[in-house]
């Protein structure tokens, strides 16, 4: 802690630092090293972002001018407001009681376990999943907040400043708003007690809440009902995702949860076992002709039955495109966890690219022979979306030998095969167009990138929702114009020299800057010339794809 203080110190002593609310907590090591992987704060991070949260779900809608934000209150001031208006006092309150009303900015799962509770004042929990569901419900709100004076908390303040300005942007009848300064951390630091507080102040680092001294919980498990507000077993909705509360009676790894607001919207759990969940990915359909999707996960991709016969969330089905020197059931086999992680939210679809590619292998370097012989077996046919110049292709029966070493810029070179590739991906799209997304990695995504702008270019805008580029690079291909591709994009690749011996970060980076600023999202870890899958990654991931559910 005394580093820390020293380090904020001398942070503080920087112009570029002022009005930097610094918070600091005690705690010991991590009660539980799953939860402290899967919450990601194992190394530093520093990015440039335009929000620290995202706040609206549409990438193509303005964010509100974070100068409308609300007024700061202390937790000192808030809580005499809270108190003034509590007891009937209108003395010093910004309005009278009846014109007062708390707004939690937080979502469902953290309301469960800690919330503000004020006598006589009507306390607002919007329930909602995600922060960006917010907008949505203050719109379906505003009557409940007009002409109100609004005193707006959420975890550490973040929160609040976004939100409070949407709700002021709303013009007339929407000025007073306050918000706590600080959030709830603030509060609990100056009010040990709990003051208006009560249960636990849901955090997102392996401490996973923080209470008062008081001794209530809040919580209650989603089974039995009993009172439980521990959120260290991660359990989470089989539908949507999101964090449940199951006591530890009650839970059981072979059974799925259904969250509150699916149960209201009529969801229920899938009548698919774990062990049945996993046979039924690891089936693949045989490949077919050129023209048709090879592959695919084969679980339901868009309303499958419950176990009363209601509907569950419609799935994203999302085309993937594999790298150089692969092919469908190579790239589908090395993301199966990829598709196991995402098998509530999104269908992966695989296929083949169009240009089959020579079989080449490399010599044992012991072995001398003018004439080497090739390897033994029979070997999978692999392709490629984009080829070098004048290749040529040998078949099965005609191995050859490689003619260099690997040369780690070799995709520079790949020039040729678009407007076949194009065509072909076009085709597929005609024929079974319904996906919502691409993802490419390596080489696919280059590809993927050359899809969209052409597509783009040719009909306005790309034919996708959203798209997913992995360890990708601008291709040397075409003769394009320089304008953005309008796309909701997410780039994850291996961040810093070194992390990716293929394709090298700068250019990863230099993709993503091929997409439209303000709806480009980049991820990057340091696991090499993989799409990674353990946290924090795979949560990004599932972040940006529920943007589209």
Not at 222 to 230: A, E, Q
Not at 371 to 381: D, E, I, M, V
């Amino acid at each position: 802690m005394a580093a820390l203080e020293k380090h904020i110190e001398e942070m503080s002593s920087n112009s570029l630092f002022d009005g930097t609310d610094f918070k600091l907590a005690s705690c010991e090591d991590p009660i539980d090293e799953r939860v402290a992987r899967e919450c990601g704060f194992t190394s530093l991070s520093v990015r440039l972002v335009k929000e620290l949260v995202t706040l609206c779900s549409n990438p193509s809608l303005t964010t509100p001018d974070i100068s409308f934000a609300g007024r700061h209150l202390s937790a000192a001031e808030f809580h005499s407001v809270l108190q003034t208006v509590g007891t009937g006092s209108d003395t010093e309150a910004p309005a009278g009681q009846n014109d007062v009303v708390v707004l939690d900015a937080r979502n469902l799962y953290e309301t469960r376990i800690g919330k503000f509770h004020v006598p006589n004042v009507e306390t607002l929990h919007p329930e909602i999943r995600q922060y960006s569901d917010l907008p949505l419900w203050i719109d379906e709100h505003t009557e409940k907040l007009r002409g109100k004076s609004i005193m707006m908390y959420c975890t550490g303040g973040i929160r609040c400043e976004m939100a409070s300005a949407y709700i002021r942007s709303k013009g007339e009848g929407f000025e007073n708003v306050f918000q706590l300064y600080g959030g709830i951390q603030r509060y609990l630091e100056q009010y040990p007690d709990g003051g208006y507080f009560d249960g636990k102040n849901f955090v997102f680092d392996h401490r996973i809440s923080v209470g008062s001294n008081k001794d209530n919980i809040l919580g209650t498990c989603l089974i039995c009902g009993s009172t439980y507000d521990d959120y260290s077993s991660r359990c989470r909705c089989s539908n949507c995702r999101m964090l449940v509360l199951v006591c530890s009676t009650c839970q059981d790894s072979n059974k799925e949860y259904v969250c509150e607001l699916c149960l209201k919207n009529g969801k229920q759990c899938c009548e698919i076992s774990v062990k049945q969940d996993c046979q039924a990915e690891s089936e693949l359909s045989e490949p077919s002709d050129i023209g048709k999707l090879s592959i695919s996960n084969k679980i339901s991709t868009s309303k499958a039955p419950g176990s009363n016969g209601s509907e569950q969330l419609k799935k994203l089905r999302i085309l993937c495109l594999h790298g150089f020197r692969q092919n469908s059931s190579n790239f589908k086999g090395r993301t199966s966890s990829l598709a196991k992680k995402l098998k509530h939210i999104a269908e992966l679809v695989f296929i083949d690219a169009p240009h089959e590619l020579s079989f080449v292998y490399r010599p044992h370097p012991d072995v001398c022979s003018d004439k080497p012989s090739p390897p033994s077996g029979t070997a999978k046919t692999k392709s490629a979306w984009l080829v070098s110049p004048n290749m040529s292709c040998h078949t099965m029966q005609d191995w050859k030998v490689a003619d260099a070493p690997f040369d780690p810029l070799q995709y520079q070179e790949q020039t040729d095969g678009f407007k076949e590739s194009y065509a072909y991906l076009e085709s597929i799209i005609a024929q079974d167009g319904n996906f919502d997304g691409v993802l490419g990695f390596s080489q696919g995504a280059a590809m993927a990138a050359l899809l969209c702008r052409q597509q783009q270019k040719t009909c306005g805008s790309p034919k996708f929702r959203f798209g997913i580029f992995c360890s990708g690079y601008p291709a040397p291909v075409g003769d394009f114009d320089r304008e953005p591709i309008r796309l909701p994009s997410l780039h994850c690749f291996g961040g810093g020299e070194g992390h990716d011996r293929q394709i090298a970060s700068r250019a990863s980076t230099e993709l993503a800057g091929m997409f439209e600023e303000g709806r480009c999202t980049i991820v990057e870890h340091d696991m090499g010339h993989i799409i990674p899958t353990r946290p924090p990654y795979i949560d990004r991931m599932k972040e940006f794809l529920c943007n589209f559910i």
